[in-house]
């Protein structure tokens, strides 16, 4: 890489200099100022031309590549996966009677999916980076309900819904993961037993826990990357930060209102992309 910077660098130059020679040369040979002015630019535009093409194309194979070894390696991933879960369902038939060995293969079942959740994700992340995610529409209840019901499974904090039907066009798992990040650091912040009130009314989807809280300096720095509230807590805290990136990308508001040993009030305004 740097060798190819180095010598984009001496190109560049090296056209530079042909470029003010020829100006000079025609300056005193024509001495007319505009077609000085027009050889300059025709130049300027044919090395501009053959640096940028020698540049980009560089980096277009790069992606191209990047983008093909991927989609292999995802591959070669899926299909342990799609088995894995392929024998579930086959063995779940076969042990009707067996009580103990059907909750075992519940739970495999329940880690399979996790697990396809995060293959998702990082097909996801790396798609993201090599080219532009498309904007689907989809039932945002639906939604928050299929997340919330996967989130019960690890047993924790109750969760109250209020939902209106609503439809909007946007990254699809950009918006799971983001939601994905508000409602576990309601969990996480609360006790067990304290319950996590969900509401979509009137474009405005809020998500409010009775965790521990924040105070005023807290809330100033919540989106500053590995920026945590609690010390103590496992995680690495960006996710506040991820939040609030994705936010801005697709114009939604959002703001957090909170207070130290009460709780935590996240609201978003998707009025921008409601259908």
């Known amino acids: 890489m740097n060798k190819q910077i180095l010598f984009a660098t001496l190109l560049y130059t090296l056209s530079v200099l042909i470029l003010l020679s020829f100006t000079v040369n025609i ?10 002015i ?36 995802l591959h070669e991933l899926n299909i342990p996966l799609s088995t894995i879960q392929a024998n ?21 079942e329940d880690a399979s999916k996790r697990l396809e959740r995060l293959y998702n994700e990082l097909v996801y992340s790396i798609k993201k980076e090599i080219q532009i995610v498309e904007k689907e529409e989809f039932e945002l209840s639906k ?16 969760f109250e819904l209020y939902l209106n039907s609503t439809i909007i066009k946007v990254d699809k798992i950009g918006f799971e993961k983001m939601l994905d990040n508000i409602l576990i650091n309601a969990m996480k912040y609360s006790d067990k037993d304290k319950s996590i009130t969900i509401k979509l009314e009137n474009n405005i989807l809020t998500i409010e826990d009775k965790g521990i809280g924040m105070d005023e300096s807290e809330l100033i720095s919540i989106y500053e990357r590995y920026y945590q509230s609690d010390n103590n807590s496992r995680g690495e805290g960006i996710g506040l930060a991820l939040v609030k990136a994705y936010c801005d990308n697709e114009k939604i508001k959002i703001w957090i209102s909170s207070k130290k040993g009460i709780g935590t009030k996240v609201s978003f305004d998707l009025s921008v992309v409601i259908i």
Do not use: C
């Open 27 to 36: 300056a005193n040979t024509i001495g007319s100022f505009y077609w000085v």
């Open 88 to 108: 579930i369902s086959l063995l779940k038939k076969r042990l009707d009677s067996d009580n103990k060995s059907i909750k075992r293969l519940i739970r495999i």
């Open 38 to 73: 027009l050889f300059t630019i025709l130049l300027s535009l044919m090395f501009g031309y053959i640096l940028n093409s020698y540049i980009l194309s560089q980096k277009f194979n790069m992606d191209e590549n990047l983008l093909h070894l991927t989609k292999e390696i």
């Open 143 to 158: 939604l928050i309900k299929n997340r919330v019901n996967e989130l019960k499974l690890l047993n924790r904090n109750p």
